[in-house]
C-alpha cells in the first residue's frame, strides 16, 4: 500500500516562507504527475500546483511568482517552495501523487498558518 508523508507545515509571519515535502513509499509504482493542493475553511479545495513527470509545472493564479513546485522522481518525493507568503495562502495543504492508471494517492495533510 503506498504512503505518502508530509512535512513542512507550520506558522509563520507574512512575508515569510515554508517548505513542504511529499514523500511517498509503499508498493513499487511509477509516478505520472504529482501536485499540491490546499483548502480553507468555508473554501472548496484548489489546485494550487502541479508538475508532471516531464518535468511541465502549473500554478494557480493566485500563487505564480511566490510558489515554486519541484520533484525528485527518482526518490518518489516532491516539493513546495513557498515565498512571500500572505494571510490568504493559510489552509491545509494536500499533495498527491497519481500512478500510471491514474489512481490518485493522497497526503494526510499539513497545515499552514499565515499571520502577525
Known amino acids: 500500500q503506498v504512503q505518502l508523508v508530509e512535512s513542512g507545515g507550520g506558522l509563520v509571519q507574512p512575508g515569510g516562507s515554508l517548505r513542504l515535502s511529499c514523500a511517498a513509499s509503499?508498493?513499487?509504482?511509477?509516478?505520472?504527475?504529482m501536485g499540491w493542493y490546499r483548502q480553507a475553511p468555508g473554501k472548496q479545495r484548489e489546485l494550487v500546483a502541479g508538475?508532471?513527470?516531464?518535468?511541465?509545472?502549473t500554478y494557480v493564479d493566485s500563487v505564480k511568482g511566490r510558489f515554486t513546485i519541484s520533484s525528485d522522481t527518482a526518490n518518489n518525493t516532491w516539493y513546495l517552495q513557498m515565498n512571500r507568503l500572505k494571510p490568504e495562502d493559510t489552509a491545509v495543504y494536500y499533495c498527491?501523487?497519481?500512478?500510471?492508471?491514474?489512481?490518485?494517492?493522497w497526503g494526510q495533510g499539513t497545515q499552514v498558518t499565515v499571520s502577525s
Open positions: 509503499g508498493s513499487i509504482f511509477s509516478i505520472n504527475a
Open positions: 498527491i501523487g497519481y500512478n500510471d492508471h491514474g489512481y490518485g494517492y
Open positions: 508538475i508532471t513527470s516531464r518535468g511541465d509545472t
